[in-house]
């Protein structure tokens, strides 16, 4: 069995995966993009896309072109030049949870074939490439990796409704096990973007990925913690964050919020944190600190719609809370780690009734107890109180303003006089 080069196989069709695999088309591959989830593959094969940066006009065009096909088949993966490998990373208890990655390279291994590539783009923690995938592939095909076959790391920066900074024009991170492999994985990226940015091994692409990540995790604890601070101090820190942008070197602009989410920054800094504890034998107190803050900020913004209610002489036990957008990214529904979610366990915890409008979230992934309703000045009468948790653009937020209801503003977007600011 020869290898066909302009075969690709993307394991992973989610808000990583599916750029990849619909840029592969664009640009003449033939793609066959695998993903475990039967109702997203589903979706994938009518035609509509649940990521928000492709839109179903660029997914039916790659389906109409015969050279994507969406499958949750392994059967489906024969001879392809490359592979890449997108599958989630979570933490469960706190330690890396790589199973996903590990059953993708098994599947992959027995299908590998001599001169083909494989590609990690999943986060994960340095040293995953060389210790984990290679042996994996290595085991399940009896080839060898540099030699037989080729392997590399380049993390995702995927940042889901980026207008600017999209797959094509963000700078591609490359690395290979020897320089062959160096070779043939930026070769492949060279096709899909503008820029590759190679280094000299796939470690230093994977601590790359976590550096990132890590840096914006610290920076965002820092102002939360600020915003707690300057509350009850008295101080406008969304006025001082403003001003303080306004200086054009040695700043660099973070705003508070109710908790971070996605994949990345509640999971990216604790791989890191992880293997330095169990590498090293020492604690990576940044991230810790940076985790201990930004796990917290749903409590911080349950504490202040309690002290909001009780000045209206009412309990959160028996209120009804509407909350103003459940992903955790603007213009996007990735729900995962989202602190929607805590804040609605919290919620629920302390006996309120939780109403909430998001049209970017799937309905299969829409919280349980949560009764999905609209953004209107009436829907906002029938609760006691509300959060704006994520600004999308088609969220009228004038009806946040203009109706009666106390609002939690974690974003600072509205001015209301019944408005408080997080």
Known sequence: MT????IVVVVGQGYVGLPVAIRAVEVGYTVVGVDVDAPR???LCEGKSYVDDISDAQLRAALETGRYLATTDYNDVANFGVAVITVPTPLRESLPDLSFMEEASRSLAARLTKGATVILESTTYPGTTEELLVPLLEAGSGLTAGVDFFVGYSPERIDPG???WGFVE??????????????????????????TVPVSSPKEAELTKLLENTFRHVNIALVNELA???????VNVWESIDAASTKPFGYMRFTPGPGVGGHCLPVDPSYLS????RKLGQNFRFVELANDINDHMPDYVVQRLMTMLNTKSKSLNGSTVFIAGLAYKKNTGDIREAPSTRLIELLHEYGAKVLAV???????????GVEKTDLTVESLQRADIAVLITDHDELDLQALNLGGTPVLDTKNRLSGAHVERL
Not at 358 to 368: I, K
């Open 228 to 234: 707690i601070f300057a509350h009850q101090l008295g």
């Open 274 to 277: 992880w293997q330095v504890r």
């Open 170 to 195: 963000t700078p591609k991170v490359v690395s290979g096990l020897n320089q062959e492999s160096l070779a043939k994985v930026q070769g492949f990226y060279d096709d899909l973007v503008n820029t």
């Open 41 to 43: 593959i589903r979706s």
């Open 3 to 6: 290898v066909d080069s302009r």
């Open 358 to 368: 998001d049209g970017h979230v799937e309905s299969n992934r829409w919280p349980r």
């Open 162 to 164: 980026n207008k600017v």
